[in-house]
T-cell receptor, first 114, second 112 residues
Framework: GAGVSQTPSNKVTEKGKYVELRCDPI?????LYWYRQSLGQGPEFLIY????????DSGLPNDRFFAVRPEGSVSTLKIQRTERGDSAVYLCASSLSSSTDTQYFGPGTRLTVL | AQSVTQPDIHITVSEGASLELRCNYS??????LFWYVQSPGQGLQLLLK??????LVQGIKGFEAEFKRSQSSFNLRKPSVHWSDAAEYFCAVGARGQNFVFGPGTRLSVLP
């Protein structure tokens, strides 16, 4: 079966622009996670969805970051007024149900803000 | 707050040699512990996980890890490294209802 997919694989934007990053989880997985990974660092938690609702968004760095999962499947991470410091690889993962089930990661979206 | 440290930023071993990657965590309760591997251009792949029970956990690709509560450690081991094991390795800690916290990673290089 298909794994977690993320689009686009690379995104280059200019400072101040708006970007959307998409994640398609494994079919049937109710839990979905977004992480950000900067160069040389481990993944940093951003937000966790259980179904359609954000169960924990404590990792979102500020109000420029927002994520949705309207139908409990595909999720979109939205970044407004991008800054150069937002440049990173954004990882999505999904798991069957709870936060302690095995998380399956997508290949990531590399965001570069010029 | 939970935290994870991986003291070794970069380790180089010869092919066929044994390997141990260190992981120490700080957590208020019994954590769930994980090791992930990330190869260049690949997504993170779970190697093994510990929730409870036997403190020696077997994983994929010949890896194992041992949970030592007294040392707050969860070190990853492999008896004989293959060139294809060269990658970045991440230790992570979580708990039911809590989010994962990843360590900074250890980059493994393998000499032929």
């Amino acid at each position: 079966g298909a794994g977690v997919s993320q689009t686009p694989s690379n995104k280059v934007t200019e400072k101040g622009k708006y970007v959307e990053l998409r994640c398609d989880p494994i079919s049937g997985h109710t839990a979905l996670y977004w992480y950000r990974q900067s160069l040389g660092q481990g993944p940093e938690f951003l937000i966790y969805f259980q179904g359609t609702g954000a169960a924990d968004d404590s990792g979102l760095p500020n109000d420029r970051f927002f994520a949705v999962r309207p139908e409990g499947s595909v999720s979109t991470l939205k970044i407004q007024r991008t800054e150069r410091g937002d440049s990173a690889v954004y990882l999505c993962a999904s798991s069957l149900s709870s936060s302690t089930d095995t998380q399956y990661f997508g290949p990531g979206t590399r965001l570069t803000v010029l | 707050a939970q935290s994870v440290t991986q003291p070794d930023i970069h380790i180089t071993v010869s092919e066929g040699a044994s390997l141990e990657l260190r992981c120490n965590y700080s957590y208020g309760a019994t954590p769930y512990l994980f090791w992930y591997v990330q190869s260049p251009g690949q997504g993170l792949q779970l190697l093994l996980k510990y929730f409870s029970g036997d403190t020696l956990v077997q994983g994929i690709k010949g890896f194992e890890a041992e949970f030592k509560r007294s040392q707050s450690s969860f070190n990853l081991r492999k008896p004989s490294v293959h060139w294809s094991d060269a990658a970045e390795y991440f230790c992570a800690v979580g708990a039911r209802g809590q989010n994962f916290v990843f360590g900074p990673g250890t980059r493994l290089s393998v000499l032929p």
